[in-house]
């Protein structure tokens, strides 16, 4: 079975800080990796995925991930924040490449403040 | 609106009561999931559907439990004799090729 573990259940920063959300996964097999994102009153948002390739994942908005299998960890950063990234953060992990049953982090709540 | 929708949003039922929500995936979209979220956790997988076919249960998903996708289409998930440890946010996500797409939830309060 696979876990995931995301250490920080909060992070508090201030606006056009960086930041980095920490994620460790732990599986005996291959895994996909995934990073989702929940504002508030809003459904999950697939924010980026690593599948296969260059170990350096970007998202639209600026943030990006590095899958590091040495380690088993997919760490979320991004250079300067906003206030409008205030949001929940959940790593995830799949056998498959999304298809199969994902297993969720317990997620890191990113607070940005002026 | 073409994401995936999920009715009720919200509700609120007396422990021992049976309770039923609907998830109605984005079009075409072949894959059904349904996970539950409980305050100050990740959602965790409970079930899923490849069309019709139910293809994988979690240990999660008690006796009480039962999910269906009659025409490949909507979903319902039904809890019977709900208990208190049920209230929590129920999630159901679809997919076509990979990613997941999640609707909205519906927080279901166990009185």
């Known amino acids: 079975a696979q876990s995931v573990t995301q250490l920080d259940s909060q992070v508090p920063v201030f606006e056009e800080a960086p930041v980095e959300l920490r994620c460790n996964y732990s599986?005996?097999?291959?895994?996909?990796l995934f990073w989702y994102v929940q504002y508030p009153n809003q459904g999950l948002q697939l924010l980026l995925k690593y599948l296969s390739g260059s170990t350096l994942v970007e998202s639209i908005n600026g943030f990006e991930a590095e899958f590091n299998k040495s380690q088993t960890s997919f760490h979320l950063r991004k250079p300067s924040v906003h206030i409008s990234d205030t949001a929940e953060y959940f790593c995830?992990?799949?056998?498959?490449?999304?298809?199969?049953?994902?297993?969720f982090g317990s997620g890191t709540r990113l607070q940005v403040q002026p | 609106d073409t994401g995936v929708s999920q009715d009720p949003r919200h509700k609120i039922t007396k422990r021992g009561q049976n309770v039923t929500f609907r998830c109605d995936p984005i079009?075409?979209?072949?894959?059904l999931y349904w996970y539950r979220q409980t305050l100050g956790q990740g959602p965790e997988f409970l079930t899923y559907f490849q069309n019709e076919a139910q293809l994988e249960k979690s240990r999660l998903l008690s006796d009480r439990f039962s999910a269906e996708r009659p025409k490949g289409s909507f979903s319902t998930l039904e809890i019977q004799r709900t208990e208190q440890g049920d209230s929590a946010m129920y999630l159901c996500a679809s997919s076509q090729m990979g990613e997941q797409f999640f609707g909205p939830g519906t927080r279901l309060t166990v009185l």
């Open positions: 599986s005996s097999v291959s895994v996909y």
């Open positions: 995830a992990v799949s056998l498959d490449t999304g298809r199969r049953a994902l297993t």
């Open positions: 079009s075409e979209h072949n894959r």
